[in-house]
T-cell receptor, first 109, second 114 residues
């Protein structure tokens, strides 16, 4: 079993839809959590950190559930430009980062 | 955008040849990393550096070496390239130890070993 697991998708949604991704992790010592966005043949870019209390940045909401060991990313009012692969990253306090394989989102007109 | 550049962007090399990839940053970040990205494996850490001449192995370090003689430069060397090292290589920097503030990645190097 992988330390960090994501549904690879693809998720195909129409413009304006709300879509949610989950990412589960197995290491209970995990301390910090992130979502990255990666466009085709480009580098990953930090989208947002995930805080215990949940956090929001415009149309994006990230949440952490420590008890069930997962993080989530919610995208509201999807835009064509949201089409990308979304990577979750889990860090332990020792500084080890584990990347998920990514979830692919395609937003269609 | 953060000043982090990788060179070359693309390279094709033959099995058994040495290859060096370069990462250069202008952010003066202490922490630098080399990752490789392959389908089905996510990004995996090859080597990382905590400062000049201070490096350590990641989870997939076999066949790779690194050097950091200046804060701004982090070199990755494939001693004798093999086909299994065909991959996309990303350099990354972080301000805080363990990337607790997240990573900034370079644009990547697509390496093909034939």
């Amino acid at each position: 079993r992988k330390e960090v697991e994501q549904d690879p998708g693809p998720f195909n949604v129409p413009e304006g839809a709300t879509v949610a991704f989950n990412c589960t992790y197995s290491n209970s010592a995990s301390q910090s959590f992130f979502w990255y966005r990666q466009d085709c043949r480009k580098e990953p870019k930090l989208l947002m950190s995930v805080y215990s209390s949940g956090n929001e940045d415009g149309r994006f909401t990230a949440q952490l559930n420590r008890a069930s060991q997962y993080i989530s990313l919610l995208i509201r009012d999807s835009k064509l430009s949201d089409s990308a692969t979304y990577l979750c990253v889990v860090n332990t306090n020792a500084g080890k980062s584990t990347f998920g394989d990514g979830t692919t989102l395609t937003v269609k007109p | 955008d953060a000043g982090i550049t990788q060179s070359p962007r693309h390279k094709v090399t033959e099995t058994g040849t040495p290859v060096t990839l370069r990462c250069h940053q202008t952010e003066n970040h202490r922490y630098m990393y080399w990752y490789r990205q392959d389908p089905g494996h996510g990004l995996r850490l090859i080597h990382y550096s905590y400062g000049v001449k201070d490096t350590d192995k990641g989870e997939v370090s076999d066949g790779y070496s690194v050097s950091r003689s200046k804060t701004e430069d982090f070199l990755l060397t494939l001693e004798s390239a093999t086909s299994s090292q065909t991959s996309v290589y990303f350099c990354a920097i972080s301000l805080r130890q363990g990337a607790r503030d997240g990573y900034t990645f370079g644009s990547g190097t697509r390496l093909t070993v034939v």
